[in-house]
Each structure stands twice: as C-alpha cells, then as structure tokens.
C-alpha cells in the first residue's frame, strides 16, 4: 500500500491509498458530524442535510448532478451514522477530477430549494414509516434507545417524522455551517489516484472551508434497560447487548474477536448450540458495535414464541460457558476470520478509501496493516476471556425485543440467569 497524509493550511485532512494495478478510483468527504451531533429539535437532521446535498446547488440541478456522474460510468451515494456522514463516488481514473468538483460543489453550495426539501422530507417520513414496519430496523432502534436512553448517540438515526418536517432551508445551513469544518473534515481516495493531484485539487475546491473545529459530541454513558414493541408477528426478534470497548480502546480487537468466537460464523459456540444442536432459530450472530467512545457487544436471534424460553436459556448457559471454556482452536480460528476480512477489503478501493478516512478521522492517523495484524495475533485465549467476563458480567443488560414477545423475561431476569450460570459454570 501507499498511503500518504496531507494536512491543508485550514485543517482539512487529504489522504490517498495508490493502487497502481486498478483503473477505477474511490473518493469521497468523511465528515465527524452525525446524530450525535444533533440537538432534539434536530433529531434526523444530519440524514436529511445528507439527502439535500444531492438535489441541486446554483451550478447544478438536482438532475444535472445525477446525469454528470453517470454520464462517465460513475455512481454517487452518501451515508449517515450516528458519528460521521460520508459523501463519495467512484469513478474511472481520468473522471476523478469531476467527481471532486460534484463532491465539492453539493457540499459548498447547496440551494436546499424549499420545494425540493418539502418532497424529500415526504420521502424520510416514508423511509421512518418502512423502518418502523419492518421488525430487525425497528428492534436494532429500540436496542440503541435502551442502550443510551435520552442521548443523542440513543436516538434513531432517520429522526421522526415531526422532527423532520419541522426542519427548513435555514436549518440545514445552520447546522452544515456550524458542523461542516475543515479539522473535522477528511478527503479520502483509495485507487488510481496520486496523491499530488488529489491534494492540489482539494485546496482549489475545499481551502475556505472555516478553520476553526466545531463543538464535540457529548460523551456516550450507557444505562442499559429494555424496549419492547409487540407485534402480531410469527417470529419474536430479539436483541441483548452490553457495554463493549470502543473501537480506540486497547481491548477493541479482544472483544472482536470473542463476538466472533461466540457468535460469528457457522463454527461459532451460539450458531453450533442454538441453531445445529437445538434448531431454536434460522439465524443466530453475536455482535461488536464500536463507537469512538463507547461499544455494544451483543446477540441477535429470531425464534417463534413457543422456543423463545429454550432460546433465552440455552443462550445465556452458552455465554457464561465461554468465560472459562473458550480455547486456543477458537481462538485462531477467530483471529483468522479477522484478518481474512481486513485483508480482503483491501482487493476494493471504496472498502480502502473508507478505511483510511475513518482511522483519519476519529484517530488523527491511518493504521498500516501490519500493525493491525499484529494487534489481531496479540489476542490470546486469557485476553478474550477476560474481556468476555467483564462485558458480561460487569454491565447490565439492554434488551429489545419485537414480535410476540409478552412472555419473554425480563433484562433482570436474564441477567441474574446469566450470574448464576456462570457461577455454576466456574
């Protein structure tokens, strides 16, 4: 790889992956603003400043944006979290140049027409009205809300369809003014792409961009308890999650690497026990949500009403199992999955572009690889054992759950079932 750094006199991080033998480029801006970033009355916000940002700017319709970038074979998207909001496209090399000036234009000079925001904000309410509708959106929302409660980092990422409508033109300047700034700013290319080019360009189009960093995200505090929502559904979705490192912290790669081993693959503890030997549940994972403060390590299955006492049993048994169980063969096995998927993620220039402008942007550095792997081959039995004790041991539960769920016990109740069964266990 060759990855290269380059701060702009305003703050603005420019940073490149060189893939001599590809001829396409991924790029894009990654920016440390998101729905943590939002205040209640701008709950949803961040994702409808994501959606303007395509419908028109004084150089460019809506439309004209859209048939520029297809024109040459390129495709344009955007996403939001609950930390970052990234605007990027990819290209063929020659129309790396264009993709820039689009890029920059959305972000420096949108109209926010106010017809057009009326019929987008009609087309978020229908997207809150699908997620509400289908029960794994909904269950992962009432996860993070009973996870973080009343903080920004808890709320639902899309807003309601209130808080939405109730935004205007003004609203939307306002807060790309206040939260779109060079320091908290990253222009990332991974393909063919040099570095040189990149970083000139980026001066021309993103160098005014305010110098000054705006106001950080308060910190994360997790609560933990329960969010229900019955439904008349033929499966019950089910969601049990605990506090987990964040994705900085030493023992990231640790509490990864036991999601994997409990729950990360047809080999893994939960899927053996719950699916193969019980036949419980189609599906059955285990999860490790990181955030640049806080993480989320949990389980998510599905299961009729009749099996979900069994599920929630056999479940919690294997967990507390694991803390003293888990072996050396899982392990590697583990670590081995790990770094198969980072290192395949480096054969694609979009899954490389976002690679180094988020470790840019929320660790002010890229990682090389070999430090990564290194980091993954650290991780011993006794490390993934003690962080899977204190994760689920140390923290209370947070429980969600969709679908005929009026019979499922408590997040005291599987906590204290999880207590005793790891003294059992021990």
């Known amino acids: 790889m060759s990855i290269r750094t380059t701060r702009l006199a305003n703050g603005l991080r420019v940073v490149t992956d060189q893939m001599s033998h590809v001829e396409t ?152 003014s206040e939260h779109y700034r060079a320091p908290q700013m990253i222009v990332g290319a991974a393909g063919a792409v040099a570095h040189d080019a990149v970083v000139e360009m980026a001066e021309g189009l993103f160098g005014d961009f305010a110098t000054d960093a705006g106001e950080a995200s308060a910190p994360a505090r997790y609560v933990g308890g329960e969010r229900r929502a019955e439904k008349d559904l033929s499966e019950a979705n089910l969601l049990l999650a605990f506090r987990a490192p964040s994705f900085v912290d030493d023992d990231f790669y640790a509490a990864r690497i036991a999601a994997s081993v409990v729950g990360g693959g047809m080999s893994s503890r939960l899927f053996q026990r719950v699916r193969e030997e019980r036949g419980l549940c189609y599906s059955i994972y285990a999860f490790n949500w990181a955030f640049s403060d806080i993480g989320l390590f949990g389980i998510s299955a599905a299961t009729g009403p009749k099996d979900i006492e069994e599920l929630v049993d056999t479940t919690t048994r294997e967990l507390a199992a694991a803390i003293d ?25 979009a899954a490389r572009a976002e690679q180094i402008a988020r470790q840019s942007l929320f660790l002010d550095r890229t990682i090389p690889m070999e430090e990564l792997v290194s980091r993954i081959d650290a991780v011993d039995v006794a490390h993934v054992r003690r962080i899977l004790a204190g994760i689920i041991l140390d923290s209370a539960p947070t429980l969600a759950a969709v679908g005929p769920v009026e019979n499922l016990e408590s997040a005291a109740d599987i906590q204290e079932r999880l207590r005793s069964a790891a003294k059992r266990a021990a």
């Not at 993070?144 to 109730?166: D, K, M, N, S, Y």
């Not at 169980?325 to 480096?346: H, N, P, T, W, Y």
């Open 25 to 176: 480029a991924s790029l894009g801006v990654w920016v440390k603003a998101g729905a943590r970033n939002e205040r209640p009355d701008q709950h949803g916000l961040s994702h409808l400043l994501e959606h303007m940002a395509f419908k028109g700017t004084s150089r460019r319709s809506a439309r004209q944006i859209a048939e520029q970038i297809e024109s040459v074979g390129g495709d344009l998207n955007a996403a939001t979290s609950h930390e970052s909001t990234a605007y990027y496209a990819r290209v063929l090399k020659d129309d790396v140049p264009l993709a820039l000036d689009i890029l920059s234009d959305i972000l420096r000079d949108s109209v926010f027409d106010a017809e057009e925001l009326r019929r987008e904000q009609h087309v978020i309410v229908q997207e809150i009205g699908a997620a509400l509708d289908d029960p794994d959106d909904l269950v992962h929302d009432l996860l993070q809300e009973a996870a973080f409660g009343e903080q920004p980092i808890g709320r639902p990422i899309l807003g309601t369809a209130e808080t939405v409508e109730a935004q205007g033109s003004d609203s939307l300047r306002a807060y790309l």
């Open 325 to 349: 169980e888990i072996d050396e063969d899982e392990v590697a096995r583990a670590r081995a999955q790990f770094k198969a998927g980072l290192l395949m993620s480096l054969e694609s220039c």
